[in-house]
């Protein structure tokens, strides 16, 4: 079975500093697709980042970057320069090959404090 | 941008109703889902569609179903409300298989609470 661990419930952050939050996964599969969304309070689920697995790049977009550690089977969601709009609760998903079916994380209550 | 709507952000049903839950894409999207979102589990698929009339289970189709006769819309029952299916339920949509990097977009939620 395919899963996703999120093994921090609840982070917390000061404005303009650095926070990494944890992902875990587990398949047996060579071709997968890593995704970090975010669900900002009463607002809707957007996509904050993703990364192919047969990429060793680390996927990066603007101020949120991935640390991706296939063998580890980790994908950690890295935000740099946090600011109060990124308080909101984040999903770590996961999607083998063409599949419809993506599993989430628990989720990581992230808060930004001024 | 895609946008995904859903009837009612918020519905208080009494046990035993039935119960529609609405959303429609604007995307001419293939495929749409639903999940229910509970604290300490995530999201987890109740059903999908990846075309007009066509449904696959998802991990936990029991006491749902769902309809989908035309290609933006995608409707989920509950045929007789139960507490235990007191829940957030998320709609998305997205691009059919194939590619696998295509994204599902979210709607805003309907948080539904059954008495």
């Known amino acids: 079975a395919q899963t996703v661990t999120q093994s921090q419930p609840e982070m917390s952050v000061q404005e303009a500093e650095t926070v990494t939050l944890s992902c875990t996964y587990d398949t047996s599969e060579n071709n997968y697709y890593l995704f970090w969304y975010k669900q900002p309070p009463s607002r809707q689920m957007i996509l904050v980042i993703r990364?192919?697995?047969?990429?060793?790049q680390n996927a990066t977009e603007n101020r949120f970057s991935v640390n991706f550690q296939k063998a580890a089977k980790s994908f950690s969601l890295k935000i740099s320069d946090s600011q109060l709009g990124d308080t909101a609760m984040y999903f770590c998903?996961?999607?083998?090959?063409?599949?419809?079916?993506?599993?989430f994380g628990a989720g990581t209550r992230l808060t930004v404090k001024p | 941008d895609v946008k995904v709507t859903q009837s009612s952000r918020y519905l208080v049903k009494r046990t035993g109703e039935k119960v529609f839950l609405e959303c429609v894409q604007d995307m001419d999207h293939e495929n749409m889902f639903w999940y229910r979102q509970d604290p300490g589990l995530g999201l987890r698929l109740i059903y999908f569609s990846y075309d007009v009339k066509m449904k696959e289970k998802g991990d936990i189709p029991e006491g749902y179903s769902v309809s989908r006769e035309k290609k933006e819309r995608f409707s989920l029952i509950l045929e007789s409300a139960s507490t235990n299916q007191t829940s957030m339920y998320l709609c998305?949509?997205?691009?059919?298989?194939?590619?696998?990097?295509?994204?599902?977009?979210f709607g805003p939620g309907t948080r539904l609470t059954v008495l």
């Open positions: 998305a949509s997205s691009l059919p298989r194939g590619g696998g990097t295509d994204t599902q977009y």
């Open positions: 990364q192919e697995a047969y990429k060793q």
């Open positions: 998903a996961f999607r083998v090959g063409d599949n419809n079916d993506m599993r």
